[in-house]
């Protein structure tokens, strides 16, 4: 979504102050983005089903990736919800899916610590899922009702 929607995004973006407020927003940086987070999916998947069960450098660069690319992304989020034009249903819309991420995400460490692994996979499942709809499904939805999606 990040690669195929990246020109309609950042044009999108350009017309609202979130742009200015980090020099992130620019059209490379979304594809850049796009290409990380492929990157990471097979980086976490050589992680988590390729070498489940053994000592792997896929390990260690899954779980870097994955705060990294976290970080950028609730960084974006965040600063779209507070600074853009995007209309106000649709921020709330995104911050919605941001909380439900985070509380995802936090019940499956607690889950994962207590060794209750069926509550891990669904609280992780979710987090998956939510953290990536709170960035596509808001700025898709922007991107259509300012006629900057194809």
Same mark, same amino acid.
């Given at each position: 979504?990040? %690669?195929?929607?990246?020109?309609?995004?950042?044009?999108?973006?350009?017309?609202?102050?979130? #742009?200015? *407020?980090? +020099?992130?927003?620019?059209?490379?940086?979304?594809?850049?983005? @796009?290409? =990380?987070?492929?990157?990471?999916?097979?980086?976490?998947?050589?992680?988590?089903?390729?070498?489940?069960?053994?000592?792997?450098?896929?390990? +260690? %660069?899954?779980?870097?990736?994955?705060?990294?690319?976290?970080?950028?992304?609730?960084?974006?989020?965040? *600063? %779209?919800?507070?600074?853009? =034009?995007?209309?106000?249903?649709?921020?709330?819309?995104?911050?919605?899916?941001?909380?439900?991420?985070?509380?995802?995400?936090?019940?499956?460490?607690? =889950?994962?610590?207590?060794?209750?692994?069926? +509550?891990?996979?669904?609280?992780?499942?979710?987090? #998956?899922?939510?953290?990536?709809?709170?960035?596509?499904? +808001?700025? #898709?939805?922007?991107?259509?009702?300012? @006629? *900057?999606?194809?």
């Amino acid at each position: 979504w990040s %690669i195929a929607y990246s020109t309609p995004v950042h044009a999108w973006l350009a017309r609202t102050r979130a #742009h200015s *407020t980090w +020099p992130y927003f620019t059209e490379r940086s979304f594809r850049l983005q @796009g290409l =990380a987070c492929i990157a990471q999916s097979a980086a976490s998947f050589s992680s988590d089903v390729v070498f489940m069960d053994a000592r792997s450098l896929a390990h +260690p %660069i899954d779980r870097l990736m994955a705060i990294v690319l976290t970080l950028i992304a609730i960084y974006f989020e965040v *600063t %779209i919800i507070l600074f853009s =034009a995007m209309p106000t249903r649709l921020r709330i819309l995104m911050a919605v899916l941001v909380a439900a991420a985070v509380v995802w995400h936090f019940r499956a460490k607690v =889950a994962i610590v207590n060794r209750q692994y069926r +509550p891990y996979v669904t609280n992780h499942t979710l987090w #998956h899922f939510a953290i990536v709809a709170s960035m596509v499904v +808001p700025l #898709h939805l922007a991107a259509i009702s300012s @006629g *900057t999606a194809e």
